[in-house]
């Protein structure tokens, strides 16, 4: 069974930086594509980055310039590098992968971050 446990959130001052992790229980390369997601209060999940198998990147507008996400297979664990962090940022984050060949979706349990103006 897969497991994702999140870490690296946290509060921080708008401008400054915050790494997320991502580790998985087994390797990643039973996932086609791992991503983060965010969700604040009141409003819906929305996706904040993708990174496939093959290492292609997918980055939402809102975030382009400033997150990047990378994995690191020896480690079994994805990470989003946030600069610049922005108050608007502030959201519970979370990690999710889909197998390969089940397309099954597995999410972390999420972890928050917190940018104070």
């Known amino acids: 069974q897969v497991q994702l446990v999140e870490s690296g959130g946290g509060l921080v001052q708008a401008g400054r930086s915050l790494t997320l992790s991502c580790a998985a229980s087994?390797?990643?390369?039973?996932?086609?594509?791992m991503g983060w997601y965010r969700q604040a209060p009141g409003k819906q999940r929305e996706l904040v980055a993708t990174?496939?198998?093959?290492?292609?990147?997918n980055y939402a507008e809102s975030v382009k310039g400033r997150f990047t996400i990378s994995r690191d297979n020896a480690k079994n664990t994805v990470y989003l590098q946030m600069n610049t962090l922005k108050p608007e940022d502030t959201a519970h984050y979370y990690c999710?992968?889909?197998?390969?060949?089940?397309?099954?979706?597995?999410w972390g349990q999420g972890i928050l971050v917190t940018v104070s103006s």
């Open positions: 990174i496939t198998s093959s290492a292609n990147t």
């Open positions: 999710k992968v889909t197998l390969r060949y089940s397309y099954q979706e597995v």
């Open positions: 087994v390797s990643i390369g039973r996932f086609n594509v």
